[in-house]
């Protein structure tokens, strides 16, 4: 129940001062630019990596980005860039 006030008490804050929820909520943001590139900050770790498939962990579940010739050209604790032909993202 405390994490429950918890969160709406975090929502209400980054409401009142028209900060991004994602950040105080702990939430994964994904930024796609077109489909040859995404963006996942916030996330957990990497699960998966293959030239088709990528899956990291997030607060809200797994990532799962699919398509072609998937590269991951960055990675911090933070933030992953993934480049190649993007089909599809899911949230599981």
Known sequence: ???AVSHTLKRKFA?????PPAVL????AIHLFGDT?????NHK???QY?????KTR???GLIEITGEDLEIVSFSSSEIKILGVIRQVMLK
Do not use: N, P, W, Y
């Open 45 to 47: 770790g990497l699960v």
């Open 25 to 28: 909520l702990d939430q994964a």
């Open 58 to 60: 997030s607060s809200q």
């Open 50 to 54: 293959t030239t088709t498939c990528i």
């Open 37 to 41: 590139e995404a963006k996942i900050v």
């Open 1 to 3: 129940m405390r994490s």
């Open 15 to 19: 409401q009142t001062f028209d900060l």
